[in-house]
Each structure stands twice: as C-alpha cells, then as structure tokens.
C-alpha cells in the first residue's frame, strides 16, 4: 500500500488483506481497488483469460463500489476514494485520466472543506 502513498492503521489494512468486503471496517472499494491495483503491481496480468477476467471483475467491483460511495453524500470519503483511484490510473499506466479524476478530487476537497 505504501507504494501508491496510501496509508491505512492496522486494523484497515488488516481487512484489506483478509479481504473483509462486509464495510465493517475499510469500505469494500478499498478491498476491490488494492486487489486490482495489486494485481498490476505484481505483474499478474499476463494476458491469461482467467487473469483477464479476474482483473476485470474486480475493476467492475471497484467502479461500482467508488459510484456507491458518491451516492452516500460522505464527502471526505469519496475524496479519499477518488485519490485512490488516481493513484490507480498512474499505476495502470493511464496518467492523462489520472490527471482528469485528480482535478476531480481537489474539487471535492475544496467544496467539503476537507
């Protein structure tokens, strides 16, 4: 996790690592996104189907879970999933929509006062 800049306490990073996606204790974008994200770190995306399909699944969990968490109205929670997601997009090699959803971000941060 420190190699995207993201820092969670022991317990987050804990089920992060179970993959706890009960929303108990990390929301489950954070799970979705660090396995995705993680996948790519680890070059497992060697073009396999089944890694294909996997990497796409959980892309799909994680898109799903970041619209989710914008529905909820919790401000600093959807900056902070934004910024992972940023750091997802550099990682993945997609810097110019990297920079795209980081302006997304800091607007967030600017209306919530965060």
């Not at 706890?20 to 770190?41: E, W």
């Not at 909820?72 to 929670?77: E, N, S």
């Not at 999933?81 to 990297?98: H, Q, T, W």
Request: one cysteine or more; glycine letters at 12%; hydrophobic letters at 40%.
């Amino acid at each position: 996790m420190n190699k995207l800049g993201a820092y969670f306490g022991m317990g987050k990073r804990e089920a992060l690592f179970r993959g706890d996606i009960s929303n108990a204790v990390v929301n489950q974008y954070f799970v979705y996104g660090s396995q995705a994200i993680g996948m790519h770190i680890c070059g497992a995306p060697d073009g396999s189907p089944a890694m294909v399909q996997l990497l796409a699944r959980r892309g799909q969990e994680a898109w799903e879970s970041l619209i989710e968490i914008n529905r909820t109205g919790d401000q600093r929670l959807s900056a902070q999933g934004l910024l992972f997601f940023v750091y997802s997009l550099i990682v993945m090699g997609f810097p110019s929509n990297a920079q795209f959803y980081h302006l997304k971000g800091c607007e967030l941060i600017n209306k919530g006062k965060l």
